[in-house]
């Protein structure tokens, strides 16, 4: 991707990828341009070695900040970003607020998307013959599960505003969206989750999570 | 718990529950005493309404710091005694090895841990009427995955010292030692896992770790 101006940051990510998608959303609050490289992971490209030299984990995305090891899991990424380009914070100075809004990211980014991702849904299939169909019944019960929390915190909890914590875009609000927009993929029920689709559409409308979506990013279906 | 000092801060938590370990052995490490309360996992009283109100999501730890409502999430947990009680840090001070050290704490907490808790064993067998051992396949095929790209990591990257980040504890090693007690009651095998096994066993000879042990709990099978 040209920049026109020089950039030390370099990221390995996928169109699709929910966890890549939150670190570009801060990249692009931030200010900050990145040159992305998309892995194929259709094509199992992830799992290359020249890949897995780079993230032994086989996953995206994984973070270049000039020369140094490579930066990886997208929340240690974002807390990584806070602490080197601080000037456009994505966490709340107050602590309990800081732990608010990390506990609603962590809903979406430990408890909720590790679940569904390809090599849980490969495996069951594979490994105890399910057909997709009811593979997926699986990752539908886990998106639910999951926006059940948010909507639940969201709308009963002080702590929320016009975004999760407060009136600031924070990692909370990143990993939201991250899940909200795989619930058209994957088929979900939205109705009975307002607060979380408020507060979704909310960020949508902003630039730099509309530049970030998945579907404006290269490799992905088009229309 | 009788404490000699007045403590502010009281817990949730419940002898097995890998996430509440992590957060007792920092509370130990910073010389915070905490009074525990122990949810009955196995009688589902996580899902009581009185216990739902403290977390929606019917999970443990959630931690209380005086007034103010509960902290749920370790990781959320771990960072916010980070900013509240900093005299005794479990994280560096340099971003980039913060990120390493947050990063292989994510390995566990995130892509990990989530994928064999209760209530994904119950959903597989449950909904697919999957046997246990059945089951216990993917919970193995998960913590080998895990221990794998921990080993991987810690064994040939430069960070790595006589704890997964250096020569101080951090949340990397109290996420590891959670994941490792797991390997003998899940009877997963650790030959292939000496880096992770050597930190892990430095880790459990200390007195703030040993003292966390799940089997040091009250409602821990004895012998």
Redesign the interface.
Known sequence: MANDVATPLRMYGNWRSAAAFRVRIALNLKGLPVEETFIDLDAGDQHKPEFRKIN??G?VPALFDGG??P???S???L??LE??YPAVPLLPAE??A???A??L???V???T???YVP??RN??ME??G?PKE?MM??VR?VFS?GLK?LE??LS????TGRFCQGDAVSHADLCLVSLWVGTGIFGVETAPYPTVARIAEDCLALEAFARAHPLCQPGAPQG
């Open positions: 032994p984990q996953a140094g090891p930066l990886t899991q929340l240690a990424i807390d990584y602490d080197a602590p309990r800081r732990a608010r990390r506990s990211a962590q809903v980014a430990c408890d998307h590790p679940l090599r849980v495996y069951l490994a105890y399910l009811r019944e699986f019960h599960t929390t639940t915190r009963t909890e002080a702590g």
